[in-house]
Structure formats: structure tokens, C-alpha cells
DNA sequence: GCCAACGTTGGC
DNA sequence: GCCAACGTTGGC
């Protein structure tokens, strides 16, 4: 059963165009209890959601979990790094304006716990999403998604 | 274990 | 720039 996530990334920090020039992407840096169990739960295959937050407040681009947690290089503290690739840009960028007025969507924890930098995406939510964004169902290196 | 103080995130 | 939400710290 394949998973969807979220990342948040302030894009003045670390934007999704940086991350589409890198084949693979370490997620370090999280300091976050819940966001680290978050983490911890990402599986190969799985699909990220990739958020802008603070002056975009979008979702931009959906990326795809290539390596497991493992400890946060950034730190010998408790913490946990997944790794990443990035799979394709939505069509168009969800804002969360957009989200925030979706009856489908404003249920989302983007909208219920804004201040949460990694968290589940439901399937359904997911599946709205791409169908909000006329984004068609990423190819993954992973074999297709199934719904 | 409680809670006040404080720091951070992120929407507005 | 402001502030609400919320997590962490540390005194008691």
C-alpha cells in the first residue's frame, strides 16, 4: 500500500526548483517530534507532496521517497533523514487558498495544523489534489501508483 | 507534574 | 510586522 506525504519548504531557504536540479534530495533538519515519527513512517515508493510555505503558500511538486529513515547526518542527536527524488511539477500550483475553500480538502492537516513541517496526506486527499491540478498520475521508478 | 516563560513556525 | 498556535525548557 503506497503512502502520501507532505514537506514544507520555505522556498527562499530551499525552494523546489533547487531541489529538481538535484537527483537526490536528504531531508535533514527536521526538529520536530511528530514530524519525525512522520519520517520515520515513509516508505521506498512512497509519494511526498512538496509545500511552499510563507510567501507562496502552495503545493508545487510531488516527489517520491527513494531511501528509509535513517539518522539525521545534520546531527548525533535522535533525529531522522528519508531521501527523496523529485517526480514532476503539478500542473499547476495548489494554493492554499485553493485548499483552504475545497470542501474536499480544507480537512487537510496543511489547513488543521498549519504549523506541522512533514504529515500523512490521505489517499483521498491525494487523489483530489491531483485531480484539482490536471496532474496525471506520476510514473514512478518504483512502478505506478495504485489507488 | 504543573505551568510560566520563551522560541519558532507560518498565516495573515 | 504582527500575532496565534504550539512546542520546549526549566523552576518550583
Known sequence: MKHYWLVKSEPSVYSWADAQQEKIIAWTGVRNYLARNTLRSMRNGDIVFFYHSMSEKAIVGIAQVVREH????????????????????????????DIKTDPQLCTMMLVTHSRLSVQPVSATHAQRILQRTSTPIPLSIHGPIHT
Do not use: F, G, H, R
Not at 539525521?72 to 492554499?96: K, N, Q
Open 70 to 97: 535513517y539518522q539525521d547526518p545534520t546531527t548525533t542527536e535522535d533525529w531522522s533523514a528519508v531521501d527523496i527524488i523529485p517526480l514532476c511539477s503539478l500542473s499547476s500550483p495548489l494554493s492554499l487558498a
